[in-house]
Every structure is written in structure tokens, then in C-alpha cells.
């Protein structure tokens, strides 16, 4: 007899809606940040930004002066030595 526990983990995202205003002559597309993802991440108001397409699926914002993190976080990555006897 065998037992199967199955873990799924959800990553907690912001929804936000596409905005368009449609003007005689143009078009002008709206994404607003919702403010938990703007203070989270320091963001300065008229701070320059920009996007990049990594496919249609995935939109990359990029900032061109990145604030220090307040905290510096050192990764490891888990060690692949084996030790020998």
C-alpha cells in the first residue's frame, strides 16, 4: 500500500485590469500597479520604467535606477560535493 500526499503552493498574485482610453486620433494603454506591489518594491513617483516582451504570456518591467534592498540577503545554493569515505 502506497501513500500519495500531494502539496500544491499558490503564489498570491494582483490581479489588475487593462485600461484603454480611446481618443479620436489615438489610444493610450493603462496597467496601474496596486499600491501592496509599488511600496513593496519602493517605486518613486515619475520614476522611468521599461517594458520588455518576453512573450505573450510575460510582460518584464525593468528599472533603470534600482533603490538598495534594506536588507542584504546573501543566497547559497545547495552544496553538490559529495564527501568521500
Known amino acids: 500500500m502506497y501513500l500519495v500526499i500531494s502539496l ?14 480611446q ?13 501592496a ?11 522611468e520604467v521599461q517594458w520588455t516582451i518576453a512573450d ?3 510582460l518584464i518591467l525593468s528599472r ?4 538598495p534592498n534594506p536588507i ?3 543566497k547559497t545554493l545547495p552544496s553538490s560535493k559529495k564527501s568521500s569515505a
Request: glycine share 8%; no cysteine.
Open 56 to 58: 505573450k504570456g510575460h
Open 37 to 47: 506591489i509599488a511600496q513593496g518594491m519602493d517605486f518613486a513617483k515619475g520614476e
Open 8 to 21: 500544491v503552493f499558490f503564489i498570491m498574485g494582483y490581479p489588475t485590469k487593462v485600461q484603454l482610453i
Open 72 to 74: 542584504d540577503l546573501k
Open 64 to 67: 533603470n535606477q534600482v533603490p
Open 23 to 35: 481618443r479620436k486620433q489615438s489610444q493610450q494603454w493603462y496597467i496601474n500597479f496596486p499600491a
